[in-house]
């Protein structure tokens, strides 16, 4: 965990761009792709900049890298501005000032240079865009209130806008909008919205006839009263007041057909788009009825883009399977021209004795003849159509789980300063050398919080903005199964992670270093209080953990606080950065102090709970340079050594019930005497304190023990007058 040297992993690379979406204004802008991902899941229904903090929307940080900058979101309206970026790049100078188009009727985004990954050739972006409530000329749309249906828009809006707008529909103002008001009011209960992405890829009467294949319409004429209208097929008429179609009307009857057993479906595919992915989705329904009957599957694919509910896409597959599964008849009639009255989507009864007509059919196209010969063509199919009713009822779930998890946050993690051992491991001579006494490097530990976490993006908080370090991983850990006690050397583990690592090795237990010899049937040989470490009591399912985790690259100072968070990575991606625990440590210049003063004794006991006054106090000290060894030859505490040179001992005596100092001293002996002389005979408890120093500068952790003391009575002479 000491420094690393740093070297190129690859490129950045920032893009400033103007990406024009589409026709403006709209409602708002949903999210941003980039490639497969989801880069911005937000909404914003005015000009607005956004923010985007994914380092790591591609996979690793030094690999792939993400998106993080800031993009202009310009919604279109008449009264927008010139974007200061657009203008600052773009503009051109004319008469001496420097001009550009504020772009006003176009939806666009304005990149500002925001850092777009690692590789040159950027993913390509897509954009979640709504228009429901925003007409094509930006004010209101026709007939507001039952324009959104759901997340789409209802399909007689949009064929509404592509009739009556000149910029992209035909420019035709003549329009029935009671006709459509109706279309739209029927909709509207049956949940028929639609999602579209128009580009003029056909002719804008094609798109209108593609609508009307969705809604099982019809838009067409009106030759009353000149405008164009538009009807619904459905199952909303009573067959005793249909009118009717008769030999009077009717000339002749050609091109009578029924479907054959051969050209009957029994099972239809329908896809349609997941909302979420926007990747093609499908559902499928069966006529079981029929598959009995003729003994197979005869199936057909139909696809429908624009529905983007399961719901709509499962009734629609019913309607369009009802159809095609059954033997329906088609004719073409030509009549006199009193048939004109009748237009597309008009139910009639069909009573022609000489074809063997006597059938409810629906009007499909009508034609009329020629002056020469006057007639009306109706084509005409006999009628099923009617909504689909019922609610889709997914099939019930195969109990598969994923096993690739979301990023989840870690729970059991700690940030420690490096310990001179472990940069005198780590560092070269030279690296070792330019250190100074208030170089400070900081170390991360922490446990997986699920097994298929792949690492933590470590980010650290210098001057209050947080820095990407490097993409750590996470320590070989293991926790203890039981309570220990200072003097305790085997401990029982809830399991052999650690057996993972090659022994012994040092390791973090609290605030304690370990090494750990061994590790037979779960439970673990160590060494205890290594290093400038003191042996401590620990409760159960407290981590033990491997000095294998990672560094910060950067070297700190005494004194400074650094805060750490560990965003986890998953195949899914990394955790947002909110959902991440921040952990601080504030740094003391652990690497430059003397170690810890070793093997205290009070009358020969190792943290005795009462003792006898007097106490003859007994400790010894460790060499931080000699401890410069491999773990198997590192001291544990309770083993005597030589201090560095010029280190003493700070001592401190205190009555544990009052706080009273009843000596305070430093020495570089390595014994005191406490007897009578320094403790009062009243005092209960004690607590005695020893601080290796060397020039100023004191051990992390100070030994410190509080304990009983008793006092030993004092002998009474007697003279022969008491007797």
């Known amino acids: 965990m000491g420094s690393k040297k740093k070297q190129v992993a690859g490129h950045r690379w920032f893009w400033g761009q103007h990406l024009v979406l589409c026709h403006g204004p709209v409602d708002a802008v949903r999210r941003i792709w980039f490639g497969e991902k989801v880069g911005w899941p937000g909404s914003v229904s005015s000009n607005s900049r956004i923010h985007i903090d994914q380092p790591t929307l591609f996979g690793d940080r030094d690999q792939y890298g993400g998106i993080v900058g800031d993009i202009d979101i310009c919604l279109g309206h008449a009264s927008q501005i010139v974007n200061n970026y657009l203008a600052h790049h773009c503009g051109q100078v004319v008469n001496g000032q420097k001009v550009v188009s504020a772009f006003r009727h176009l939806t666009a985004l304005v990149f500002r240079k925001p850092e777009m990954g690692n590789s040159s050739y950027p993913a390509p972006v897509a954009v979640e865009v709504e228009r429901i409530s925003t007409g094509w000329d930006g004010n209101e749309i026709w007939y507001v209130t039952k324009a959104a249906i759901g997340n789409g828009l209802n399909g007689a809006h949009i064929v509404h806008e592509l009739i009556e707008c000149p910029e992209w529909g035909t420019g035709n103002s003549n329009i029935d909008n009671k006709a459509f008001e109706a279309c739209a009011n029927t909709l509207y209960a049956e949940g028929f919205g639609l999602n579209a992405h128009w580009v003029k890829q056909q002719p804008v009467e094609q798109f209108v006839k593609d609508i009307c294949r969705y809604l099982n319409g019809y838009v067409f004429t009106d030759e009353a009263s000149g405008l164009i209208t538009m009807r619904l097929a459905r199952d909303n008429y009573d067959t005793s007041k249909v009118p009717a179609l008769t030999s009077k009307v009717i000339k002749t009857a050609k091109n009578i057909r029924r479907r054959t057993q051969a050209d009957i479906i029994n099972t239809l595919t329908l896809t349609y788009t997941d909302p979420t992915t926007y990747e093609k989705s499908a559902v499928t329904v069966i006529n079981s009825a029929m598959v009995h009957a003729v003994g197979r599957t005869i199936g057909e694919t139909v696809n429908f883009p624009m529905i983007h509910d399961a719901q709509l896409a499962y009734r629609v597959a019913m309607r369009e399977l009802k159809m095609l599964s059954a033997r329906l008849m088609t004719t073409e009639l030509y009549c006199d021209t009193t048939a004109s009255v009748y237009q597309p989507g008009d139910v009639v009864r069909v009573v022609y004795p000489p074809a063997g007509l006597n059938h409810i059919m629906r009007v499909q196209k009508k034609r009329r003849g020629s002056m020469a010969q006057p007639e009306v063509k109706l084509e005409l199919m006999e009628d099923i159509f009617s909504a689909a009713t019922g609610d889709y009822i997914p099939p019930p779930p195969s109990g598969w789980k994923d096993p690739i998890t979301t990023p989840v946050p870690i729970t059991i993690q700690q940030v420690v300063e490096s310990p001179y051992w472990l940069l005198a491991t780590s560092l070269n001579p030279s690296e070792l050398a330019a250190l100074n006494k208030h170089s400070c490097f900081v170390g991360w530990l922490a446990r997986k919080p699920s097994g298929d976490t792949i690492g933590a993006d470590l980010y650290y908080n210098n001057f209050d903005r947080w820095i990407y370090s490097h993409r750590a991983s996470f320590s070989t850990s293991s926790m203890l199964a039981e309570s220990i006690s200072p003097m305790a050397t085997q401990l029982r583990l809830i399991d052999s992670n650690l057996l993972t690592i090659e022994l012994p090795a040092v390791c973090q237990l609290g605030g304690e270093l370990v090494v750990v010899k061994s590790i037979v049937d779960g439970v673990a040989e160590v060494e205890r209080g290594v290093l400038d470490t003191i042996p401590a009591e620990h409760a159960a399912m407290i981590v033990i953990a491997a000095l294998d985790g990672d560094a910060l690259d950067t070297e700190f100072t005494t004194g400074e606080q650094v805060s750490v ?96 100092v009843l000596y305070q001293g430093e020495t570089t002996e390595t014994e005191l005497l406490l007897d009578e002389t320094l403790i009062p005979a009243l005092t209960q408890r004690l607590t005695i304190t020893l601080t290796a120093t060397r020039e100023g500068n004191e051990a992390m952790q100070p030994f410190s023990h509080t304990f009983n003391v008793v006092f030993t009575p004092k002998a009474e002479v007697f003279k022969n007058s008491d007797i």
Request: net charge negative; charged share 20%; with cysteine.
């Open 565 to 660: 968070r560990g965003l986890t990575v998953t195949a899914r991606g990394a955790l947002p950065k909110d959902d991440a625990a921040i952990i601080t440590t504030e740094l003391v210049g652990r690497a430059a102090k003397p170690l810890c003063v070793t093997n205290v004794k009070l009358n020969d006991e190792h943290w005795p709970d009462t003792i006898t006054i007097p106490v003859n106090v007994t400790w010894s000290h460790r060499n931080r340079i000699s401890q410069v060894v491999e773990p198997q030859h590192l001291t544990n505490w309770y083993t005597g050594g030589t201090p560095e040179p010029d280190t003493t001992t700070q001592i401190s005596v205190m009555d544990a019930d009052t706080n009273a």
